[in-house]
């Protein structure tokens, strides 16, 4: 059974940082691209980053440059680190995997950026 379990979100100020972590298992990890998707109220959830199995990262424009995906595959683990939040940053934090076409959500993290 594929579980993905986020966790790392939080109070923050403007300009800090957090990092975020989702614990994957249940299908081969290190095969399989892994992705961070956000969804602030009243919104529609967003792709944010994605990381190939090779390890090739990539993110939306709005987050390039402050915010970097990576993975452990030893640890079964990928990893979001957002630096210079900002209070748009605001939302709970989807890890997320696709596979034979089915996607798979972890329950979420919030990040709340706010003075």
């Known amino acids: 059974q594929v579980q993905l379990v986020e966790s790392g979100g939080g109070l923050v100020q403007p300009g800090g940082a957090l990092r975020l972590s989702c614990a994957a298992s249940?299908?081969?990890?290190?095969?399989?691209?892994m992705n961070w998707y956000r969804q602030a109220p009243g919104k529609e959830r967003e792709l944010v980053a994605t990381i190939t199995s090779a390890g090739g990262p990539n993110s939306v424009d709005s987050v390039k440059g402050r915010f970097t995906i990576s993975r452990d595959n030893a640890k079964n683990t990928v990893y979001l680190q957002m630096n210079s939040l900002k209070p748009e940053d605001t939302a709970v934090y989807y890890c997320n995997v696709r596979l034979y076409n089915v996607r798979h959500w972890g329950q979420g993290t919030q990040v709340t950026v706010s003075s």
């Open positions: 249940g299908f081969p990890f290190s095969r399989n691209t």
